[in-house]
């Protein structure tokens, strides 16, 4: 039910649970290497069907769709992955690789620039915050400040 709605990871967990429950049970791992392979976990789910086939060995549902496809999808996934190693260019000697860069920390680059540029236009304005013994905050130009303060002054900060 869990993944004929799509929700893959409690379908694996609840398989998983009923491999628990029963590890002889041939559907059960059935079901686990059914859900394994909703979440693309292609060599899991040979696994999970090649116990369910120890357990159960004249299951042909088991031999003809389910193992069958995955280790079809275990080719496919094979030879893609040679493509994309053969796709990429031959590194010369005395080339140096291009570094692999996260996307992420490139987001955290224009963050910490945006916050820069922020107080960079804060410290421009030269504000100073003032807290009295009373508990009072005033922020203030700095050109406004008094330049020795009297008993009431308690903090001043930029």
């Not at 392979?37 to 040979?46: D, K, M, T, V």
């Amino acid at each position: 039910v869990l993944m004929s709605l799509h929700e893959m990871f409690p379908a694996v967990h609840a398989a998983e649970m009923a491999v628990q429950r029963n590890p002889r049970s041939w559907d059960a791992w059935q079901t686990l290497g059914r859900a394994q392979l909703g979440l693309g976990e292609i060599a899991l789910a040979i696994r999970s069907f090649q116990v369910s086939l120890h357990i159960f060995p004249m299951n042909p549902e088991v031999w003809k769709e389910d193992l069958s496809w995955a280790r079809k999808l275990h080719e496919q996934q094979k030879a893609t992955k040679t493509k994309a190693v053969q796709a990429l260019p031959n590194k010369e000697p005395g080339q140096e690789a291009i570094p692999d860069y996260d996307f992420e920390s490139d987001e955290i680059v224009a963050v910490c620039a945006a916050i820069a540029e922020k107080e960079k236009a804060l410290s421009a304005a030269k504000t100073v915050v003032i807290v009295s013994a009373s508990g009072t905050v005033e922020t203030v130009a700095e050109e406004n400040c008094p330049t020795t303060p009297d008993e009431t002054l308690f903090i001043r900060a930029r």
